[in-house]
């Protein structure tokens, strides 16, 4: 029975590039949700999606962005990489939109 | 906007003695509450939840307390064993409003055996 899985587990990029963070939920799960964890600190929310269509948005700014597809598989989009940027950034499915939320392992991303 | 306050920031026991872990939030229309523990590298697990309409809520050596009044709730582990030591966090969110979760900045628990 597979969890969530996310990919890559780790990237190293250098600032102003772009970064795209893949997410694949639990099997029969419809929600993703994105958070980024800064080290030593509690996750943040930064996007939630549920059928394709966005339901949440943290405050983050625009450079981040996100999709799911038909197959409730997500991508999470940061443009124009800066040093803060670097974190582990966390996958949480859900089978419906305000129902419990499994975690992905994460991808560490370090800006450079 | 949701805020989550969570204490003590480290905890430190002895192997066999209860651990708690108090959050406080400020969103009244909070109503799910879930706590999740983080081992070093590893992903936050969900260990127990709690939602408004209960006041209490016990999984074997876990157990979650819920006091909307005061809008706080807590974490009860009894009987630690070193497996305990970890990060834990708590969580609040609005139902209503999706699966927003806010955290706490988190619980470093050491049980020293």
Known sequence: DAGVTQSPTHLIKTRGQHVTLRCSPISGHKSVSWYQQVLGQGPQFIFQYYEKEERGRGNFPDRFSARQFPNYSSELNVNALLLGDSALYLCASSFQVFTEAFFGQGTRLTVV | ?113
């Open chain 2, 1 to 113: 906007g949701e805020n989550v306050e969570q204490h003590p920031s480290t905890l430190s026991v002895q192997e066999g003695d209860s651990a708690v872990i108090k959050c406080t939030y400020s969103d009244s229309a909070s109503n799910y509450f879930p706590w999740y523990k983080q081992e070093l590298g590893k992903r936050p697990q969900l260990i127990i939840d709690i939602r408004s309409n209960v006041g209490e809520k016990k999984d074997q050596r876990i157990a979650v307390t819920l006091n909307k009044t005061a809008k706080h709730f807590s974490l009860h582990i009894t009987e630690t064993q070193p497996e305990d030591s970890a990060v834990y966090f708590c969580a609040a969110s609005f139902g209503a409003a999706g699966n927003k979760l806010t955290f706490g900045g988190g619980t470093r628990v050491l049980v020293k055996p």
